[in-house]
């Protein structure tokens, strides 16, 4: 099984799925209801517990990033991943994304 997005992907050979993520998340995932709240959701806590799920996708394109020395990408994706760790409320998940 393989990250892709916030899916699996199965294959029996191995895939590379770094340039799908980079994609998604630079193309196609919307951010910006986790710094601005457009909504008084009932449901926010699960919400933000779901956004627990980019993560993975974020830590592959993260690495990627740092092995090219994309430094303002490196610090945007680990903004984001901060910023769903914090809202997420899990302290061990703050602790280790950070």
């Not at 029996?12 to 709240?37: G, T």
């Amino acid at each position: 099984m393989y990250i892709s997005g916030l899916a699996l992907k199965y294959s029996e050979k191995p895939v590379d799925l770094v340039e799908l993520n980079k994609n998604l998340i630079e193309n196609s995932f919307l951010f910006d209801y986790l710094s601005i709240q457009l909504t008084n959701d009932k449901n926010q806590n699960n919400v933000n517990n779901l956004n627990i799920n980019y993560l993975k996708c974020f830590e592959i394109v993260y690495k990627d990033y740092v092995s090219k020395k994309q430094i303002d990408k490196v610090d945007k994706i680990r903004n984001l991943a901060i910023l769903i760790a914090e809202n997420s409320g899990n302290n061990e998940l703050i602790n280790k994304v950070k």
